[in-house]
């Protein structure tokens, strides 16, 4: 079993934290973030989709905060559930428009997934991205130079949950052993950029993790975000 950080005088207050970028500026990579030692993220990657109403109704009765990746495409498809994200209080990224495998493409080709994204979540909640999570964890050449000029700070997982391809009970014993304190955890609301995805065993896993970890002294934060200019993920 592993063990969390000390419950004493640790409270399982869920509110969004908003400094655990602040020592990342526009272009970096981060992947262990200077979280509150008994901190974890909890972020969702492919949405908005079908599935991620269902999602944000879970997040709301555990009372916890996330990070959500979107995919530009799947945003223009459900700009509503994008902006239902910004408004319950979630932190909102950019995944790309289409979910490439971002070596394989053009440096013309991976600024125009990455600015597209970020002017349909603009269009859609008010708000401009300022974190971005590569999709499949992988980089391309070029790339951090486009994302220092959208603002935008790429940030990876400490703990990933497979959940594209096993059950829920996997899921949670792979999240739960592999949790530490500051953990950034990857998890996924949608399928890359298709119209339609199945999570239920993602989201029967989240009902189980998150008052697990609860139960161990750890409080859930929302990533940063706050762009260099302050305005990114607020409702204009």
Known sequence: MVSGPSSRGVGNCDHPDRSPTRDLRPGDSGFRLPLAPNAVALTFDDGPSNETPAFLAALRRLDVRATFFVCGR?????????????????????????????????????????VSTQEEVKAATGARPALFRPPYGLKAPGLAQILATEGLVAIGWTVIGNDWKWDSARIVRRVLRRTRPQAVICLHDGDRAHPIADRSETLQAVLEIVPALKDRGYRFVALRSESPSGRANRRQ
Do not use: K, M
């Open 74 to 114: 799947n945003v223009r498809r459900r700009p509503e559930v994008a902006r239902a994200i910004v408004d319950e209080g979630h932190t909102i990224g950019n995944h790309t428009f289409s979910h490439p495998v971002l070596p394989l493409c053009s440096r013309s080709r991976i600024a125009r997934e990455v």
